[in-house]
């Protein structure tokens, strides 16, 4: 069903070929690791350490990925400015696929944007990558302490993490906890409410793991 459906939608006939990307079968550029969350963690090691190698990021492989891209990994962070993902993972041009919204919260959009990466690329991991001290998720648990309104389409985001993060609303390390809560919820979400993310994974084409950024050291830890 899944080759079906991408030939459906990424064949020149299709009403999204083109507009992104060419197929990753297309693509002179070859994964860079077997093992994505291991390359991950192993570019943010060298990040936290200061010997970042700053890899794919020439204009040489801006060159090279221009006909098509195979990233090896999605990610859904935070918009967050303190958590730019391919800094921190030490990655470069074409390596990660990256989804960056406030609250690293799913919605629609985003999640029609991590199923074309899916559909398109096999991607071997998808992380969902939350970080300390959240400003979605503190803003959300504020909201419900003091019952204040939120202005314009921020409380689009506040009312989806409302549900997640309430029963940390009155607890002292409550946005610790409702960081780690929100992964996970996001992780959930990943798999409930599509189908193609979910095939992916049960069928052990993608892996499907939660982390935690911490801004004061620079670690990313995978969460247990």
Known sequence: MQS???????????A??????????????????????????????RFVAGRSRHLHQSLARVHDVAAGQNPF?????????????????????????????????????????????????????????????CGAVSATLSAIRTGAEVPGHIGAIVDSLTPIVAPFADDPDGVEKAVRANI???????VEQSEIVRHAVESGETTLVGARYDLDSGVVTPLR
């Open 16 to 45: 999204i070929a083109g507009s992104m990307a060419l197929p990753a079968a297309a693509s002179a550029t070859p994964r860079t690791s077997s093992d994505p969350l291991a390359a991950l963690l192993a570019g943010n090691r």
């Open 73 to 133: 990994a999605v990610v859904l962070g935070c918009a967050d400015s303190r958590v730019p993902a391919e800094i921190l993972f030490d990655q470069g041009v074409g390596d990660i696929f990256v989804n960056r919204v406030a609250g690293n919260v799913i919605d629609d959009l985003l999640l029609g944007s991590i199923e074309y990466a899916v559909e398109e690329f096999t991607p071997p991991l998808i992380m969902v990558l939350g970080h300390e001290r």
């Open 4 to 14: 079906l459906r991408r030939r459906a939608l990424f064949t020149a006939g299709g």
């Open 184 to 190: 996970r919820a996001q992780m959930r979400a990943l």
